[in-house]
């Protein structure tokens, strides 16, 4: 006989009350979050690695950062200019560089532009620093053993790149990861 006030719709012994699903509600918002916290984690892992790689990228597009007091050159002028040589050689020296030798161009090759650094495979490092000092210079290659670079002047040359203006080329490499 059933008791008054029930029906036939009695919970089993042991579940009085209990109703799971705010429970549920609770672990899947808790599962959501926890999983939102991940997501995000690995977001900035990914964002910082891609940052690495693009500073690393600009560091190797930067040109090498070289002491100057390291650097031989041969500053000579091929233009019709007098004295041009002997300027520029004192303004590299004032700016740390070597200069043994100062004069005119007597390859007899033409010189147009900025002007030309020549190099051996030796000096590859050095012109490729000096290309920072004397903006639009194009660099020629040659058979020399040495590490010398014949800074040679032509016709359109005007000035070397300002201070500022080197130290913000140089900068990449400088404050590049080392384990670029």
Do not use: H, I
């Not at 009085?16 to 918002?29: D, K, S, W």
């Not at 007091?69 to 070597?98: C, I, K, P, Q, Y």
């Amino acid at each position: 006989m059933s008791e008054p006030g029930s029906d036939s719709t009695r919970r089993p012994p042991g579940t009085r009350g209990r109703r799971p699903l705010p429970a549920l509600v609770f672990l899947l918002v808790l599962a959501l979050a926890a999983l939102g916290v991940w997501w995000n984690v690995l977001g900035d892992e990914r964002a910082r690695d891609r940052a690495e790689a693009a500073a690393c990228s600009d560091a190797d597009e930067a040109p090498p950062s070289l002491d100057p007091a390291t650097v031989t050159l041969r500053v000579l002028n091929a233009t019709d200019r007098g004295g041009l040589a002997g300027e520029v050689s004192e303004a590299l020296v004032a700016r740390g560089f070597v200069v043994d030798e100062v004069g005119n161009d007597d390859s007899g090759a033409e010189v147009t532009g900025v002007g030309e650094l020549r190099f051996g495979s030796r000096g590859r490092e050095a012109a490729d620093f000096l290309t920072v000092f004397v903006p639009g210079v194009t660099e020629r290659p040659d058979t020399r053993a040495d590490a010398r670079v014949d800074v040679v002047l032509g016709p359109d040359y005007a000035e070397l790149a300002p201070p500022e203006q080197v130290a913000a080329a140089l900068a990449p490499a400088a404050s590049a990861d080392p384990t670029c």
